[in-house]
């Protein structure tokens, strides 16, 4: 993980060229639903978008659907949660945001960042998809004085620029 305030953790070199190819090319499949992954030295791993089989179980009420949100299956997270005590831990989780720009919106944070703390010790990167393809991407990484994931790099072009204010009317 990155600390914006502290020197760089290992991994600030992920993702690579081959990584984010593999992310863009599993954001335009997934269009205009969320791709959602993580990322390891070793390589991508893509995760089924479970926000729709957690509306069918009915154990939990949300207001999201694929095309506005993400959620990992128990499996995916659990994998993630065992890979962080390997030698190839998951270094940046990914997902896309279809139509509305590459910015780590309040819904994000809420859901990365537990008592003022990062959720998983991960770098977080969120992909701009649109019918027309990937516009770019940016990674945020955890600062430790504002306790929330921050732009650390972007990727291409992506919407918003990097001094716009998140988008109006998007959830979140």
């Known amino acids: 993980m ?6 760089p ?12 190819a593999r992310i863009f090319a599993a954001a335009v499949r997934a269009f205009p639903a969320e791709a959602c992954g993580f990322v390891r030295r070793s390589g991508v791993r893509e995760c089924e978008n479970a926000v729709e089989r957690r509306h069918a179980d ?22 993630l949660a065992r890979s962080l005590d390997t030698d190839d831990p ?7 945001h279809p139509n509305v720009g590459a910015y780590f919106s309040a819904e ?5 960042v537990t008592d003022g703390s990062p959720t998983y010790p991960v ?34 072009n992506p919407m918003p620029p990097d001094d716009f204010p ?4 998007h959830p979140g």
Do not use: M, N
């Open 90 to 96: 998951v270094l940046v989780i990914y997902h896309s």
């Open 123 to 156: 770098d977080h990167l969120v992909v701009d998809v649109t019918p027309s393809g990937v516009r770019g991407a940016r990674k945020f990484g955890f600062c430790a004085r504002t306790r929330r994931y921050v732009p650390i790099q972007t990727y291409g």
């Open 108 to 112: 994000d944070q809420r859901y990365a």
């Open 58 to 79: 009915g154990s939990r009420t949300f207001d999201r659907t694929v095309t506005t949100g993400y959620a990992f299956t128990a499996a995916d997270l659990l994998e």
């Open 2 to 7: 990155t600390h914006v305030d502290d020197r």
């Open 166 to 169: 998140p988008i109006e009317g």
């Open 9 to 20: 953790a290992p991994g600030g070199g992920i993702p690579t060229r081959e990584h984010l």
